[in-house]
């Protein structure tokens, strides 16, 4: 996806063990996001970021903290990774203006 | 409930229909209403955006709010078989000097040949 990375693509991890997600973009958006998506629940909100070291929890934000030092990467960190965590992870990107997000292609994670 | 309610579906329709897919909400603060597409295994991609009320229309894609009723809707004409994929409504309003998009689970919609 144009201007926006994200790594690993995929990722297989045991549970306990601590995981860090890297998203990065090209566009100088002041806004980034991390989501998970997980059958039946949609896109779900773990946290954003509305500048550097500026961040927010979201709807899901138990078990993740993130970090932005740089504008243009966020990293979403699962301490201490859970068989719950198992999910596809997808990073956003925004001008503020509310009138589209650009989406990351997304990190598969598996805890077992 | 959830602030954005839409059915997942799978729609199944032939070549050539009009499609229709829809979400409702619960919160008339939300400004801005998008539709994403999203493939398996991809991204979602930004299809529309409207803001507040009233219809907009790209291409084959046309959408609609409805603020009174709280209903939103995403019409597609001549549908293709490459239109297969999950549609996700999502909305939002400012709240501290940004925007935080609700989505809805998404609608998975089939168009065979």
């Known amino acids: 996806d144009a201007g926006i990375t994200q790594s690993p693509r995929h990722k297989v991890t045991e549970t306990g063990t601590p995981v860090t997600l890297r998203c990065h973009q090209t566009?100088?958006?002041?806004?980034m996001y991390w989501y998970r998506q997980d059958p039946g629940h949609g896109l779900r909100l773990i946290h954003y970021?509305?500048?550097?070291?500026?961040?927010d929890k979201g709807e899901v934000s138990d078990g993740y903290s993130v970090s932005r030092s740089k504008t243009e990467d966020f990293l979403l960190t699962l301490e201490s990774a859970t068989s719950s965590q198992t999910s596809v992870y997808f990073c956003?990107?925004?001008?503020?203006?509310?009138?589209?997000?650009?989406f990351g292609s997304g990190t598969r994670l598996t805890v077992v | 409930q959830k602030e954005v309610e839409q059915d997942p579906g799978p729609l199944s329709v032939p070549e050539g229909a009009i499609v229709s897919l829809n979400c409702t909400y619960s919160?008339?603060?939300?400004?801005?209403f998008m539709w994403y597409r999203q493939y398996s295994r991809k991204g979602p991609e930004l299809l529309m955006y409207?803001?507040?009320?009233g219809n907009k229309e790209d291409g084959r894609f046309t959408a609609q709010v409805d603020k009174s009723s709280k209903y939103i809707s995403l019409f597609i004409r001549d549908s293709q078989p490459s239109d297969s994929a999950t549609y996700l409504c999502?909305?939002?309003?400012?709240?501290?000097?940004?925007?935080?998009?609700?989505f809805g689970r998404g609608t998975s919609l089939i168009v065979h040949p």
């Open positions: 956003a990107i925004s001008d503020g203006q509310g009138d589209g997000y650009t």
């Open positions: 566009e100088n958006h002041r806004y």
């Open positions: 970021s509305y500048g550097v070291k500026d961040t």
């Open positions: 919160n008339s603060a939300f400004q801005y």
């Open positions: 409207t803001y507040s009320s």
């Open positions: 999502a909305m939002s309003f400012q709240s501290g000097g940004s925007y935080i998009p609700t």
